[in-house]
DNA sequence: CGGAATCCGCAATGATACTG
DNA sequence: CAGTATCATTGCGGATTCCG
């Protein structure tokens, strides 16, 4: 998803949400401050890149605040911004809303509505 | 993204969600029913196939209804499901959330923020 | 430990042609 | 008009290596 197609922002936030990670992260993060290594633990399969670049995109979103510290070894944590914490109950409503409508999904390519004209 | 990693909702809901098209439809559809042609006019650069993938995945999730008339030339009718319907305000919140934070986003990859132990 | 850079396979996407 | 099938292309995401 390389650039934008329209201007409207359900697009721009789907360019930070959309994938895999960035909700995970999301969600683990609401637990507190987290380390990198804390994040790879949380997520098993995530590679190391992954993490990296996911992480970076939510950071410059000001969903997630990256926090560096000096010496050895190195330590950085992360932390949701006051404005990734007003994020999580909206992808929290996705979720419910997810689990409400349970019962309404097809298991791929079912039946299909026919009218005649 | 083919399967899942973690069994929570919110990785199941974004499955749906994920990528430019599924939002866009969805925000497309709002306005009543559409023929696959309206659609396509909607959103001029995305690709015959795509249309019809991301379509179907939508009508598989329960958020939009397929109705096929017989006849020729074939039409074919794409409305908002009742549960589609539902999941509208929440995209529209991550869309306001987006815009009331549009202060803090970073060009990508600004200032790093280094603290002394 | 956390991150950047590289290479690379595979899945996603686009273009085209064909069908009902 | 709407959809399927096939083939070509892109680019995401994983593995690996090197750096502070």
């Given at each position: 998803m390389k650039d934008l197609v329209s201007r409207c922002p359900i697009e721009e936030v789907m360019q930070v949400l959309?994938?895999?990670?960035p909700t995970l992260l999301i969600y683990y993060l609401q637990d507190g401050t987290k380390r990198f290594g804390d994040l790879r633990r949380d997520n098993p399969t995530i590679s190391h890149k992954m993490l990296t670049v996911e992480l970076r995109k939510l950071v410059d979103a000001g969903i997630v605040q990256r926090t560096e510290f000096e010496g050895y070894p190195l330590r950085v944590e992360y932390d949701l911004t006051p404005e990734g914490r007003k994020l999580v109950p909206l992808i929290d409503a996705l979720a419910d809303w997810w689990d409400a409508t349970?019962?309404?999904?097809?298991?791929?390519?079912?039946?299909v509505d026919r009218v005649s004209t």
């Open positions: 959309s994938g895999r990670w349970d019962g309404v999904r097809r298991p791929a390519g079912a039946a």
